[in-house]
């Protein structure tokens, strides 16, 4: 039952309170990208919903159930490590003087 059940990622997010903390993270890694097309941009953003769509699998299968209360902590843990890279990301290759 599980596996093949389709994780509705935005009901997800907004029941749990994390749409636009999503949003954010997607408007973020859109700026760290540059000018980017129109398809590229979609591209990028749906491949953010497909990684946390396979965080939030992963965790309810360690877990076996999650409640809304499970999805908002591991949704929210996503976000916060995906902008901690991100805010790591410009400190890697470059010069700030």
Do not use: C, N, Y
């Not at 859109?30 to 919903?49: C, K, N, Y």
């Not at 916060?80 to 990301?89: C, I, T, V």
């Amino acid at each position: 039952m599980g596996p093949t059940v389709r994780l509705d990622l935005t009901t997800i997010l907004e029941a749990t309170g994390e749409l636009q903390h999503f949003l954010d993270l997607g408007a973020a890694r859109l700026r760290v990208e540059g000018p980017l097309s129109e398809e590229a941009s979609e591209a990028l953003i749906f491949g953010l919903a497909d990684e946390l769509e396979g965080h939030l699998r992963a965790m309810r299968g360690k877990q076996g159930s999650a409640g809304i209360s499970d999805l908002q902590v591991w949704t929210r843990a996503w976000i916060d490590e995906q902008q901690g890279a991100l805010a790591e990301e410009p400190l890697l290759g470059g010069d700030q003087g």
